[in-house]
């Protein structure tokens, strides 16, 4: 086990890990932050999808080590307390979530989208929600929920 200091939504974190445990497995297990979700480990399916420095991140298959000195956002710190962020409002009130397994990754995705183009097109939306899959068919709810936050900006 090695000592692995991470910031995590602002806060700096002290955690123990073996040397090689994936970035998802320390933020869930030992950090406790279950927002981010394990799916495929091995990046297919983008549902451990994080912030790190601003941009969208998987995290099944990269050691916690890595990632030491990095801004590490989930989508736990994406909220203000009880005030959910822009995008979180966005797929709450578009409904753009079934089982909600996948919505984690996917508001990451669109976060990172959003705080670096305001105004995307409908191919860079496509390019940023790449890697993020939905198999419960909440695509076009999704797309709803992007496109009210570009008509709102």
Sequence with gaps: MTK???KVNGQLRTTEAEPD???VFVLRNQLRLTGTKIGC??????????LVDGKATLSCVRTA???????IVTVEGLSDG???SSVQQAFVDEGAAQCGFCTPGIVIATTALLNNNAHPTKVDIQKALYPN??????Q???LAAIQRLIEGR
């Design 4 to 6: 692995i200091r991470l």
């Design 21 to 23: 445990t994936p970035l």
């Design 41 to 50: 480990t091995s990046e297919q399916c983008g549902a451990c999808t994080v």
């Design 65 to 71: 080590r890595e990632f030491a000195g990095r801004e």
């Design 82 to 84: 009880e005030t959910l």
């Design 133 to 138: 899959l939905c198999r419960c068919g909440s």
């Design 140 to 142: 076009g709810r999704v």
